[in-house]
């Protein structure tokens, strides 16, 4: 279980980065032969992100839902993440091989993702009384005081907190 880190923290990135969400949807629950597989498929690949830090993947988050596994990645740059998606020696190639043989436009398993290419200053994150989590967990965990207390702070702009903040714990 992660230590909850008490108190009211941003996430500091000064570079660009991305966020790519990639999910399964399971249209036909008794189509195990066809969703099974492809929700494994992601075990191999998280191994080797996270055994290669060099290759540009930050972090993940993972979550299910009633319909399936979502993940949120962090990456360094799309181009890492699409160096990892079309590499012939990574098991990501060949997954999407199998699930396009077994699956394909057949409708029992819906795959999906979302790519978002962020600017240096063009995010907003806050965390109150989490574990490090989410970018912050994938870049700095920074207290959100000063000049990161208010959303639009962090956003670089100007503004005052429209509800108090409470004491940061010592």
């Known amino acids: 279980m992660a230590t909850v880190v008490p108190g009211r923290f941003a996430a500091q990135v000064d570079h660009p980065f991305v966020v790519f969400l990639i999910g399964m949807r399971i249209n036909k629950f008794l189509a195990l032969r066809k969703w099974i597989p492809t929700a494994r498929a992601m075990g191999p690949m998280l191994r080797s992100l ?3 830090p ?9 979550y299910f839902s009633l319909r399936g596994p979502v993940l949120i990645q962090y990456w360094r740059s799309f181009e890492d993440l699409e160096r ?12 999407w091989r199998r699930f396009n043989k077994a699956v394909g ?4 398993v819906g795959i999906w993702h979302e790519t978002y290419m962020v600017e240096a200053g063009k995010y907003e994150a806050v965390y109150g009384n989490m574990p490090v989590f989410g970018l912050a967990a ?33």
């Open 105 to 108: 436009t057949d409708g029992s």
């Open 54 to 62: 060099e290759s540009g993947f930050l972090r993940s988050e993972f």
């Open 50 to 52: 996270y055994q290669h």
């Open 84 to 95: 990892f998606a079309r590499s012939k020696e990574e098991p990501h190639l060949s997954a």
């Open 138 to 170: 994938a870049t700095q965990h920074v207290p959100a005081v000063g000049r990161r207390e208010t959303a639009r702070q962090r956003l670089g702009g100007e503004n005052k907190p429209a509800v108090e903040t409470p004491a940061q714990p010592l």
